[in-house]
């Protein structure tokens, strides 16, 4: 969607290896979220952040972090990728008037 | 503990017929917003509904909300095949402006 990017859109990693997927936005928006999407589970919450280095814990938060150093960017790091993190993860900013807009999504596979 | 509920959770319909997606959430909002996702895609607003009472429509599609009820329908009329995809309903529960997504609704209309 335009004004925000995800990259990269397709990952292929090992087992026990780090992962940082990246969000990327020019709508200057606060508010910046990770979702991942599995199937039956809909979408879930893993990390939000409300300002540059303000960031909270989602519904399924564990074995993931968040950093923002800038407005613009917010990263999602698995610090040691397991095979239950295969998903998509979907990037998003938010307004009350408008609701989420979404990134593009990555897909991550674990092997 | 907050849930969003939606049914039926899959829908195949015919080509002409009308039908409801029913969207339940366990908290008071006021904000509900709709989400279509088509295969390997992203998901993209369809409607924004921010008071009791609400109604959009666009096209074949028309979303409602009762917030006393905390319901939301999403109605389609005289189905054709482009409607096929999935369709999420998200509540906006005003906690660190997080929203929370119903399971989808995986619609397949038939010719």
């Known amino acids: 969607d335009a004004g925000i990017t995800q990259s990269p859109r397709h990952k292929v990693t090992e087992t026990g290896t780090p992962v940082t997927l990246r969000c990327h936005q020019t709508?200057?928006?606060?508010?910046m979220y990770w979702y991942r999407q599995d199937p039956g589970h809909g979408l879930r919450l893993i990390h939000y952040s409300y300002g540059v280095k303000d960031t909270d814990k989602g519904e399924v938060s564990d074995g993931y972090s968040v950093s923002r150093s800038k407005t613009e960017d917010f990263l999602l790091t698995l610090e040691s990728a397991t095979s239950s993190q295969t998903s998509v993860y979907f990037c998003?900013?938010?307004?009350?008037?408008?609701?989420?807009?979404f990134g593009s999504g990555t897909r991550l596979t674990v092997v | 503990e907050l849930k969003v509920e939606q049914n039926p959770l899959f829908l195949s319909m015919q080509e002409g017929k009308n039908y409801t997606i029913y969207c339940n959430y366990s908290?008071?909002?006021?904000?509900l917003y709709w989400y279509r996702q088509d295969p390997g895609k992203s998901l993209e607003s369809l409607f924004v509904?921010?008071?009791?009472?609400a109604v959009k429509q666009e096209g074949r599609l028309m979303a409602s909300l009762d917030t006393k009820a905390r319901l939301s329908t999403l109605h389609i009329t005289a189905a054709v095949h482009d409607l096929s995809a999935t369709y999420f309903c998200?509540?906006?529960?005003?906690?660190?402006?997080?929203?929370?997504f119903g399971t989808g609704t995986s619609l397949t209309v038939i010719p």
């Open positions: 709508e200057n928006h606060r508010y």
């Open positions: 998200a509540v906006d529960m005003s906690t660190g402006n997080q929203f929370y």
């Open positions: 509904l921010l008071s009791n009472g």
């Open positions: 998003a900013i938010s307004s009350t008037s408008y609701g989420y807009t």
């Open positions: 908290t008071t909002s006021d904000r």
